[in-house]
């Protein structure tokens, strides 16, 4: 049963340029879960996508873009990126129904560095 | 909007101590449920225990156990004669009724000597 994976693992950009981060989730779950954790701190909620929609976003601007396709995987865009978006981006995934409601399992992370 | 309060920033302790790490949380929502996640040096944040709101039962897996208590807003965690292997940081998380957005606390970081 595969779980979580994310691409690429590690990344480095220039300031002002776009990146593009990609998630699958586990098998059998439809609910995609972005986080960004910094240095030290605990993971910051971006947004979470079910049925191709935007359901919930945190305090991130407009800059942090996402897009959920048929087969529930997902992507995480950040435009015009700036120093403080270095960071480690986590994909979780979860299921909208059955036992396990609202348990979310992350992915491995892509680590960015923005330089 | 919840809130999630780990006061301990670092624990050390020598392998087979018992150690219990703090959880506290603040929400409004009537039903809500509570986390603890492992994340080793690799990254990747692992899951440990789900709990609801409405389930104040303690919890035991074998050297893992968990203790609730909604007067007090605590959901704290304890690892029984620990091992060097358990040497990570440690988050505590809520969600709330909309079931959508995890919030963790800022971890506690627990060193295993042998």
């Known amino acids: 049963d595969a779980g979580v994976t994310q691409s690429p693992t590690h990344l480095i950009k220039t300031r002002g340029q776009q990146v593009t981060l990609r998630c699958s989730p586990k098998?059998?779950?439809?609910?995609v879960s972005w986080y960004q954790q910094a240095l030290g701190q605990g993971p910051q909620f971006i947004f979470q996508?079910?049925?191709?929609?935007?359901?919930q976003r945190g305090n991130f601007p407009d800059r942090f873009s996402g897009h959920q396709f048929p087969n529930y995987s997902s992507e995480l865009n950040v435009n015009a990126l700036l120093l403080g978006d270095s960071a480690l981006y986590l994909c979780?995934?979860?299921?909208?129904?059955?036992?396990?409601?609202?348990?979310?399992?992350f992915g491995p992370g892509t680590r960015l560095t923005v330089t | 909007a919840q809130k999630v309060t780990q006061a301990q920033t670092e624990i050390s302790v020598v392998e087979k101590e018992d150690v219990t790490l703090d959880c506290v949380y603040e929400?409004?929502?009537?039903?809500?449920?509570l986390f603890w996640y492992k994340q080793p040096p690799s990254g990747e944040l692992v899951f440990l225990i789900r709990?609801?709101?409405?389930?104040?039962q303690n919890e035991i897996s074998g050297r893992y156990s968990w203790n609730f208590q909604k007067s007090t807003s605590s959901f704290n965690f304890t690892i029984t004669a620990s091992q060097v292997v358990d040497s990570a940081v440690y988050f505590c998380?809520?969600?709330?009724?909309?079931?959508?957005?995890?919030?963790f606390g800022g971890g506690t970081r627990l060193m295993v000597k042998p």
């Open positions: 709990r609801n709101s409405f389930d104040e």
């Open positions: 098998s059998g779950h439809d609910t």
């Open positions: 996508y079910y049925e191709e929609e935007e359901r």
């Open positions: 929400t409004r929502d009537t039903t809500y449920y």
């Open positions: 979780a995934s979860s299921s909208a129904s059955g036992s396990n409601l609202y348990e979310q399992y």
């Open positions: 998380a809520s969600l709330g009724n909309a079931g959508n957005m995890l919030t």
